[in-house]
């Protein structure tokens, strides 16, 4: 439907779009993800941004990591990095992270 302004409704769009915004909440879809993946090269820096938040990300050996900033993580002393490879967790294991010694 024409609505006179230069753009066009298309009905029943409303629910594919929070259809898509259900299932990729996290900002991050695995296409997304492998693109990351191939497009950096090894250690490549980047701005990552996910769930409105800004993240320093490195690839090396092949695998991307973010530096940990969250407050959440205070109480871990010796964690700096999450690894990234899952698009609704941001660690392998769900809370581990790479520890320094």
Known sequence: ???????????GKGAVIKKFLNTN???LTFPGLFSL???????DLCVFLRN?????MLKNDNALYTLVT????????NLIQEYIDNINSLSKEGTEGTEIE
């Open 70 to 77: 969250d407050q959440g993580y205070m109480v871990w002393k």
């Open 25 to 27: 909440a996290s900002q």
């Open 37 to 43: 993946r191939e497009t950096l090269k090894e250690g």
């Open 1 to 11: 439907m024409d609505t006179g302004s230069g753009c066009t409704s298309l009905p």
């Open 52 to 56: 409105t938040h800004f993240y320093t």
